[in-house]
């Protein structure tokens, strides 16, 4: 009886954070995205892609980021040539909200559950910027092996960031740890 108490409390706790910061990150790009007429992404999809373009600009690639004319997203353009596109789905906003469920989920102390929640989704947006940077040259430097490269590898590194960083939590500092 008391596995299936936790299991509902953990589902409680998951869903509602989820909830909470899915809806007040709704409400931010309903506040801040232009969908009608010009387009325009919101503040924090803007940044992901201008960070991309400064990373990019370390290995002597000629950005330019534009906000695409046709559709909710910011064009990345390498030496003259549209590479990709930042849509809101790859400013890695989402991933954070579900990470910060998983861990107020798996309940540990609040200082820990900040601490660690903080700098969890730091790392998490830091490796989202390297990862999109990384597609973009290699899908520049080698087109053919576009689909693999977004499909499939490039997913696994955001997710695989997460998961570890969940396992980390779990072990070290929630109170399910042994």
């Given at each position: 009886?008391?596995?299936?108490?936790?299991?509902?409390?953990?589902?409680?706790?998951?869903?509602?954070?989820?909830?909470?910061?899915?809806?007040?990150?709704?409400?931010?790009?309903?506040?801040?995205?232009?969908?009608?007429?010009?387009?325009?992404?919101?503040?924090?999809?803007?940044?992901?892609?201008?960070?991309?373009?400064?990373?990019?600009?370390?290995?002597?690639?000629?950005?330019?980021?534009?906000?695409?004319?046709?559709?909710?997203?910011?064009?990345?353009?390498?030496n003259n040539t549209?590479?990709?596109?930042?849509?809101?789905?790859?400013?890695?906003?989402?991933?954070?909200?579900?990470?910060?469920?998983?861990?107020?989920?798996?309940?540990?102390?609040?200082?820990?559950?900040?601490?660690?929640?903080?700098?969890?989704?730091?790392?998490?947006?830091?490796?989202?910027?390297?990862?999109?940077?990384?597609l973009t040259a290699?899908?520049?430097?080698?087109?053919?092996?576009?689909?693999?490269?977004?499909?499939?590898?490039?997913?696994?590194?955001?997710?695989?960031?997460?998961?570890?960083?969940?396992?980390?939590?779990?072990?070290?500092?929630?109170?399910?740890?042994?």
């Open positions: 009886m008391k596995g299936q108490r936790n299991t509902v409390l953990f589902l409680i706790r998951f869903f509602v954070t989820y909830f909470i910061l899915f809806g007040t990150y709704s409400f931010y790009l309903n506040k801040t995205q232009q969908k009608e007429g010009v387009f325009s992404c919101s503040p924090i999809t803007k940044t992901v892609a201008n960070q991309t373009k400064t990373l990019l600009s370390v290995f002597d690639y000629n950005v330019e980021t534009l906000q695409h004319t046709e559709e909710m997203s910011m064009k990345v353009i390498l549209y590479v990709s596109r930042v849509i809101e789905g790859c400013n890695s906003i989402s991933i954070i909200i579900l990470f910060i469920a998983f861990i107020v989920a798996f309940r540990g102390g609040i200082k820990e559950t900040i601490i660690f929640g903080t700098i969890g989704s730091i790392i998490i947006y830091g490796v989202n910027i390297i990862r999109i940077s990384f290699l899908i520049y430097e080698y087109q053919h092996y576009q689909d693999v490269l977004h499909n499939i590898v490039f997913p696994l590194i955001i997710y695989g960031t997460t998961f570890l960083l969940w396992i980390v939590w779990v072990h070290k500092f929630s109170n399910y740890k042994k």
